[in-house]
């Protein structure tokens, strides 16, 4: 009996963890596979303020890309 209530409470603990796991990579909207959906964005001013090409573009603070100046 005690046997079986062992392997009960180790399936309980190992799906728990499993749970915590996915829930931690959903919140952190990764993947195991390492692929994520991107897209590419492009936008045209006429005055940059000193920007250089391959500098790196914020919001916020974070990093959002690099820019790609074409005149």
């Known amino acids: 009996m005690s046997k ?3 392997l009960l409470v180790g399936a309980f603990l190992f799906a728990g963890i ?3 796991l996915m829930l ?3 919140v952190a909207d990764s993947q ?6 991107s ?9 940059i303020g000193g920007l ?3 500098s790196s573009v914020k919001v916020g ?7 790609l100046i074409h005149i």
Request: no cysteine; hydrophobic share 45%.
């Open 4 to 6: 079986k209530i062992e």
């Open 18 to 20: 499993a749970a915590i």
């Open 24 to 26: 931690g990579l959903k």
């Open 32 to 37: 195991l596979g390492g692929s994520s959906e």
């Open 52 to 54: 250089k090409v391959r």
């Open 61 to 67: 603070g974070v990093v959002v890309g690099l820019s």
């Open 39 to 47: 897209y590419k964005l492009v936008a045209k001013f006429s005055n």
